[in-house]
C-alpha cells in the first residue's frame, strides 16, 4: 500500500484547506487511515484516524470541530478537511494507516505535505 499526500500550502488564520491521500494498493478498503502532523522541533503527533469498517473517528483535542476527516472508497482517498486554521497548525502533515483508539500511525506512511498558516 502506498500513500501520497496533497493539498498543503500557505493560508492566513482563520482559513480552510482540504488535505487528500491517495493510496494505492489492494488493502485499501479494509485498512484504517489517519492523519498526523509534525511541526518543527516537536514530536509527531496523531490528528484524525478513521476507522474502514464501522466508520469510527478519533481526533485529537486541539483540532474537534474545526477539522473532519473521510474517505472515498472508490477513490481509495482519505480527505482531511481543515476549517478555522491556527498558526499552531503549522507542520508536516502526514498520512498513515493507523488504529483509532490511540491514534498511533504504524506501516504505511506518506511522504508529508506542508501547511503554514501565517498571515
Known amino acids: 500500500l502506498q500513500l501520497v499526500e496533497s493539498g498543503g500550502g500557505l493560508v492566513q488564520p482563520g482559513g480552510s484547506l482540504r488535505l487528500s491521500c491517495t493510496a494505492s494498493?489492494?488493502?485499501?478498503?479494509?485498512?484504517?487511515i489517519g492523519w498526523f502532523r509534525q511541526a518543527p522541533g516537536k514530536e509527531r503527533e496523531g490528528v484524525a484516524c478513521?476507522?474502514?469498517?464501522?466508520?469510527?473517528?478519533n481526533y485529537v483535542d486541539s483540532v474537534k470541530g474545526r477539522f473532519t476527516i473521510s474517505r472515498d472508497n472508490a477513490k481509495k482517498t482519505v480527505y482531511l478537511q481543515m476549517n478555522s486554521l491556527k498558526p499552531e497548525d503549522t507542520a508536516v502533515y502526514y498520512c498513515a494507516s493507523c488504529t483509532v483508539f490511540n491514534l498511533k500511525g504504524y506501516y504505511y506512511w506518506g511522504q508529508g505535505t506542508q501547511v503554514t498558516v501565517s498571515s
Open positions: 494498493g489492494f488493502s485499501f478498503d479494509f485498512t484504517n
Open positions: 478513521l476507522h474502514s469498517s464501522d466508520g469510527s473517528i
